[in-house]
């Protein structure tokens, strides 16, 4: 079946907002369901994004969602640079893209770097594909040349806001003849390609996410979809594309769906079946304003700097917006790909935006740390990361540097066992610098005689902190020991500081290996 344009009569508007979203209330059998369309094509979605910044949350959960849709389908998940806005074109943006779905385990099927046979993936490279395709609307008359120039736009800007009128081009060029607009272009007047936007109509369809729709496009004036320096505008490169990429899903932010009713009349007007359409509502900073690609703590970039895992924040941002089956009251746990491409269900997206639950973001990184550090060879990897760790936060102390694998290791268990962790990060702030720095060896007279019997006493039993402080205690009634004294002995050789966490604490996280090696270091040790 082809996409029919419903004929529903617009209420037309006075100067009210230029867009109008209505929720189909009843069932209509005109209403557009493109599930037809692609029934029985294997599935294939994209995920678009325009290189004007790096990736942000937004994008990676929509390509998260695009990604997840194609897997359960066993589909194919393609990633197309939307680059026709050049002047806003960040050069480094695609690197970044790229860059940051491989590290979060969303790997594209079909892209500019991992090839295809819909390509070029890139709209900057396909100039001439819109050129040969905008050539069948000039010719059905659905597009037109606009030769109106910058300053007749102007004052039609300009007369529409005196008038308290929503600005919009009048369709002039519509209404050229033949003979003017050959004229023109033999002339080279500069010009536009416009399309019609035929404001009779209101494209009806079925979102996968919000249900039956119909925006109303009336207000706004033929849009241009071929520039006057040859490119093409987002709605025109986006459809075309999406046709002979032969998507059959398009899986976006909501912001878009303004869009889709002039999407659908282009599929209209060329004749072509349009994909389905799922619109995702917005995710929100968790005090409701907007994620922007300008807020450091937006980008993907500020979670991998900050060693945050990726299948953690992966998690996190499923965490909120919905689509995804989670057992109700059961502990929060994260989720590995193959799970998420099973528990998702696009039908249980909210509708509404939501916002992020920042505190769960620790909470899913907690989890993956301690995945990793239970998991023996991914323990390796996480060893080598806390001694880069380590080194770039200390360069100073680089030639102390205890980066012995089984201290890390045991630093890392028992910061499993105590729950506090949250990231990596935390290994190497705050008071915890002793871990890692190795203090001055202490001149052979602190050494003492006790040295040899604290450590036999420290050999056997629990090194829990709560034992350790009552050892210490012990020990230095049964040896006659001023106890400030010996606990300030004890904390220059474990530490070399004054002041900071107790002894006990101190030997506890240390571990007993760490801690019996530094009060027994001597000049002549390593
Ligand atoms: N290029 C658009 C963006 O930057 C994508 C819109 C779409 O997916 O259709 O988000």
Known sequence: MLFRINPIKLLLRQNTKSVYIRYCSTQQSDVHDCSQNVANKSVRVRFAPSPTGYLHLGGLRTALI??????????????????????????????????????????????????????????????????????????????????????????????AIEANEIPKYDNRCRHLTPVQVAEKLANNDPMCIRFKLESETVPEFNDLVFGEMSIDVSDEGDPIIIKSDGFPTYHFANVVDDHLMEVTHVLRGAEWRISTPKHLLLYDAFGWKPPQF???????????????????????????????????????????????????????????MDELIKAFDIERINKNSSRLKTELLDDCNRLELIRHIKDPALCDEIVKQVQELIKRTYPKHIDSLDLDDQHIRNVLNWSVGTERLQSLQQLVEGELSFLWI?????????????????????????????????????????????????????????????????????????????????????????
């Open 66 to 159: 695009n990604f997840l849709y194609a897997k359960a389908h066993n589909g194919t998940f393609i990633v197309r640079i939307e680059d026709t806005d050049q002047s806003r074109t960040v050069p480094d943006a695609q690197q970044n893209f790229f860059r940051n779905l491989e590290w979060a385990g969303i790997v594209p099927d079909e892209s500019v770097i991992h090839g295809g046979n819909y390509g070029p993936y890139v709209q900057s490279q396909r100039l001439k594909i819109y050129r040969q395709e905008v050539r069948k609307l000039l010719e059905n008359g659905s597009a037109y040349y606009c030769f109106c120039t910058e300053k007749r736009l102007e004052t039609l800007r300009k007369e």
């Open 278 to 336: 799922g619109h995702l509502p917005l995710i929100l900073n968790p005090d409701g304003t907007k994620l922007s690609k300008r807020h450091d703590h937006a980008n993907v970039d500020y979670y991998r700097d900050r060693k945050i895992f990726p299948l953690a924040l992966v998690n996190y941002i499923t965490l909120s917006g919905g689509g995804f089956v989670r057992e109700p009251g059961a502990k929060l746990r994260n989720f590995t």
């Open 438 to 526: 190795l203090p001055k060896i202490q001149p052979d007279n602190i050494q003492s005689e006790w040295v040899g019997k604290l450590v036999a006493a420290l050999e056997s039993g629990d090194f829990d902190k709560t034992r350790l402080s009552e050892l210490l205690r012990e020990f230095s009634k049964e040896n006659n020991l001023k106890f400030p004294k010996f606990m300030a002995s004890l904390r220059t050789m474990l530490a070399g500081i004054k002041e900071g966490p107790g002894v006990a604490d101190m030997m506890e996280i240390l571990g007993k290996t760490a801690t019996i090696k530094r009060i027994t270091r001597k000049k002549s040790d390593k």
